[in-house]
């Protein structure tokens, strides 16, 4: 047997109770609570995806309803680390007009791998998973680069005591390095 729930009893009503009866050669009376899921969708955003160690995680929390109203309730947010460890939680987090955020700041040394972020409706120890996002945590990785040293091509025997030297750096994807350059240059003479 299936029932179809009209949409604004799916809204509105937390549980329906349904009788059915049974007539004829079996007669049978039973009930059932029923809970309608009231629909609303969660999303996580955070500023990006992979992060090192010291860096901050922002996180936002979206909750809208079918009709993409706001969602106004209270959640948990529970952050958890590669291992799942819980790092940070939220208890009790109020979405007033469907949105929450917060910033988690990474220690020095954090677990390496996939965190993990959920956010949980607790209603009368009844716990229920609306959304979950990941992100990464990586070891630093200094960019690439490359150097490049233009001298002349000669050096004329004479009395200035001066030579130019051009210094370049950059990275792999073009930009410029910038930083301080130490040159130490001798002359060998034949």
């Not at 349904?18 to 309608?36: H, K, M, P, Y």
């Not at 990474?106 to 716990?127: F, H, K, N, V």
């Not at 001298?151 to 030297?165: K, T």
Request: charged share 15%; aromatic share 8%.
């Amino acid at each position: 047997l299936e029932l179809d729930v009209p949409m604004n009893v799916a809204l509105h009503h937390r549980s329906l109770n349904i009788t059915v009866e049974g007539v004829g050669g079996a007669r049978f009376n039973d009930n059932a609570l029923v809970r309608v899921g009231r629909g609303r969708s969660v999303f996580f955003q955070t500023d990006k995806g992979v992060y090192k160690a010291g860096q901050t995680v922002q996180l936002r929390l979206l909750a809208v309803l079918p009709d993409l109203m706001p969602y106004t309730g209270v959640v948990d947010v529970i952050v958890e680390d590669g291992k799942r460890n819980r790092v940070m939680q939220w208890l009790n987090a109020f979405l007033s007009t469907g949105l929450w955020s917060a910033s988690l700041p990474l220690s020095e040394q954090p677990l390496l791998g996939t965190w993990t972020i959920t956010c949980i409706e607790d209603r009368g120890g009844a716990q229920t998973n609306l959304a979950m996002a990941t992100f990464k945590v990586k070891e630093y990785v200094l960019p690439k680069f490359e150097v490049s040293v233009k001298l002349p091509s000669y050096i004329a025997n004479s009395e200035h005591s001066s030579i130019a030297v051009h210094v370049s750096a950059r990275y792999t994807h073009g930009q410029a390095v910038r930083g301080t350059v130490n040159l130490q240059l001798s002359v060998n003479t034949h």
